[in-house]
């Protein structure tokens, strides 16, 4: 036992009666502004994490405010304020990569950004070339276009494979891969993968088309919307 046992103990109990109240209160403000979101990724989580970060501080800041202030300093008072001083760099690094994780979840930001790789089947004479297309990722957070192959790959049964990849900037489930083919229908793929999608290293199963924008006034068949399909994994 020594003097900081009892002050941290302290400084916890203290810090944890507030807790529930302070979570009640901007729970309560958030109901009538709507500023803080009750969702894991929400407003509230980012201001409990700004907020339990500035109570450890404090704590540790009274902590060491009393052990250095309590008199003669021998060399193993040397060592304990060594380990106090590595604890308040550590206990500050941990603020500042907890507040990073909480702000970026708030804004949706994927700091990963993992990246899909995805193959479009189409129909042989539907593209002649490469530089003919377009590939692009819509969300409801922002627009990306995708890299694709120089050159087409193709089906056992004859048909055209576009291969390509994009990043997955921003955690969200709103994601649509949309194919621009010049002269012809705009085709869009929704992407069903989860805010965060872990790696695969598997393809998913083939998805037709789920919606198709004819050209002028062309018409849709079932015929063109069975020919497109489109099937991806998460690298």
């Given at each position: 036992?020594?003097?900081t ?35 894991v990724?929400?407003?509230?989580g980012?201001a ?21 202030r ?6 193993r ?17 941990f ?18 950004k993992?990246?899909v790789e995805?193959?479009?089947?189409m129909?042989?004479?539907a593209?002649t070339?490469?530089a003919?297309?377009?590939v692009?990722l ?5 627009q990306k276009?995708?890299k694709?192959?120089?050159a087409?790959?193709?089906t ?23 194919l ?9 793929f929704?992407?069903?993968?989860p ?5 695969s ?8 088309a789920d ?7 062309d ?16 690298l």
């Amino acid at each position: 036992m020594n003097i900081t046992s009892p002050l941290l103990a302290g400084a916890a109990r203290v810090a944890e009666v507030p807790g529930d109240s302070v979570t009640s209160l901007l729970r309560l403000i958030g109901a009538g502004t709507g500023c803080f979101d009750d969702s894991v990724d929400g407003g509230l989580g980012v201001a409990m994490s700004a907020l339990s970060g500035v109570a450890a501080a404090l704590a540790v800041a009274i902590v060491l405010s009393v052990y250095f202030r309590s008199g003669y300093r021998s060399p193993r008072d040397l060592v304990k304020h060594g380990l106090a001083a590595g604890l308040v760099v550590a206990l500050v690094a941990f603020v500042v990569y907890d507040m990073r994780h909480a702000a970026l979840a708030y804004l949706g930001i994927n700091p990963t950004k993992p990246a899909v790789e995805f193959e479009i089947r189409m129909p042989k004479a539907a593209l002649t070339a490469i530089a003919d297309t377009q590939v692009e990722l819509l969300t409801d957070r922002n627009q990306k276009l995708a890299k694709v192959q120089d050159a087409l790959a193709s089906t056992s049964d004859g048909r055209s494979l576009l291969k390509g990849t994009v990043t997955l900037d921003y955690r969200t489930t709103e994601r649509v891969v949309v194919l621009n083919l010049p002269g012809q229908a705009q085709t869009q793929f929704k992407l069903r993968l989860p805010a965060s999608p872990s790696h695969s290293q598997a393809f998913s199963p083939w998805h037709l088309a789920d919606g198709i924008t004819p050209a002028k006034s062309d018409t849709v068949t079932s015929e063109t919307h069975d020919a497109f399909a489109i099937r991806y994994r998460v690298l």
